[in-house]
């Protein structure tokens, strides 16, 4: 007995070392790996570059480029043609959900199919009654998506984009202040949750050529996403 009795402990002590360098090996890993999800539509999935990156792609060699001991793993997981409700639907499906739990950060960009969508599949012409009741639908999902995606992971921090207007070189001022309103709404949306960070991209087309920065009449090009990552890069520190 007495035999079996120190073969335990030396047994116990040998794991010691072992116990002790897993667990702050499993802490280091933690500290120096991070994921981020990004959530939303066709913008988000990165439709219209050749290069099939988007800004999600360009903003996860950009990042990575910038940090030299931790490195970062981005998730797309983007929808084309995604609305705010979809996304809403998307995010409790269980897989989805276990993938969220893990994510250090979140960026999340949607609104624009809810807008045109809503408006008869265009914004020409632009039906004011159609789109302010898309806002206030569009606003409930956004502050249940917000919630569930803190609920998710309270450490994480959240990154939202603001729309922008696809017809920049174009005399449309009736549809900027609609992408105007909407902006300042979702502002004001995310000014009520924590870990919650709001980045514009709509100056980012101003005076800038439809030619020259979009793929097609919504869908920014290479250039157009590139314009988004560095306004990302510049609003938020990773």
Same mark, same amino acid.
């Given at each position: 007995?007495?035999?079996?009795?120190?073969?335990?402990?030396?047994?116990?002590?040998? @794991?010691?070392?072992?116990?002790?360098?897993?667990?702050?090996?499993?802490?280091?890993?933690?500290?120096?790996?991070?994921?981020?999800?990004?959530?939303?539509?066709?913008?988000?999935?990165?439709?219209?570059?050749?290069?099939?990156?988007?800004?999600?792609?360009?903003?996860?060699?950009?990042?990575?480029?910038?940090?030299?001991?931790?490195?970062?793993?981005?998730?797309?997981?983007?929808?084309?043609?995604?609305?705010?409700?979809?996304?809403?639907?998307?995010?409790?499906?269980?897989?989805?959900?276990?993938? @969220?739990?893990?994510?250090?950060? +979140?960026?999340?960009?949607?609104?624009?199919?809810?807008?045109?969508?809503?408006?008869?599949?265009?914004?020409?012409?632009?039906?004011?009654?159609?789109?302010?009741?898309?806002?206030?639908? +569009?606003?409930?999902?956004?502050?249940?998506?917000?919630?569930?995606?803190?609920?998710?992971?309270?450490?994480?921090?959240?990154?939202?984009?603001? @729309?922008?207007?696809?017809?920049?070189?174009?005399?449309?001022?009736?549809?900027?202040?609609?992408?105007?309103?909407?902006?300042?709404?979702?502002?004001?949306?995310?000014?009520?949750?924590?870990?919650?960070?709001?980045?514009?991209?709509?100056? @980012?087309?101003?005076?800038?050529?439809?030619?020259?920065? +979009?793929?097609?009449?919504?869908?920014?090009?290479?250039?157009?996403?590139?314009?988004?990552?560095?306004?990302?890069?510049?609003?938020?520190? +990773?």
């Amino acid at each position: 007995m007495k035999v079996l009795k120190f073969a335990a402990i030396a047994v116990l002590f040998a @794991l010691i070392p072992v116990i002790y360098f897993s667990f702050f090996a499993d802490e280091t890993e933690s500290s120096t790996k991070k994921r981020v999800i990004a959530l939303g539509d066709s913008l988000t999935y990165g439709y219209g570059d050749k290069k099939e990156e988007g800004y999600i792609g360009r903003l996860e060699e950009k990042v990575n480029q910038q940090h030299t001991k931790r490195s970062y793993h981005f998730q797309n997981l983007g929808i084309p043609g995604q609305q705010s409700d979809q996304l809403l639907a998307q995010i409790v499906k269980p897989d989805v959900a276990e993938d @969220l739990s893990e994510a250090d950060v +979140f960026i999340i960009n949607i609104g624009t199919n809810d807008l045109i969508k809503n408006n008869g599949g265009d914004l020409f012409p632009l039906h004011h009654d159609e789109i302010m009741d898309a806002k206030k639908d +569009f606003l409930d999902h956004l502050d249940k998506t917000l919630n569930i995606v803190g609920t998710a992971n309270k450490d994480a921090d959240i990154i939202v984009l603001g @729309l922008y207007n696809p017809y920049p070189d174009k005399d449309s001022d009736k549809i900027e202040a609609y992408v105007d309103d909407w902006n300042k709404s979702m502002m004001k949306e995310v000014k009520k949750h924590e870990n919650v960070k709001y980045v514009s991209t709509n100056p @980012l087309f101003k005076g800038k050529s439809k030619e020259n920065y +979009f793929h097609d009449s919504l869908h920014p090009n290479g250039k157009g996403y590139e314009l988004i990552a560095d306004r990302i890069m510049k609003n938020y520190d +990773f």
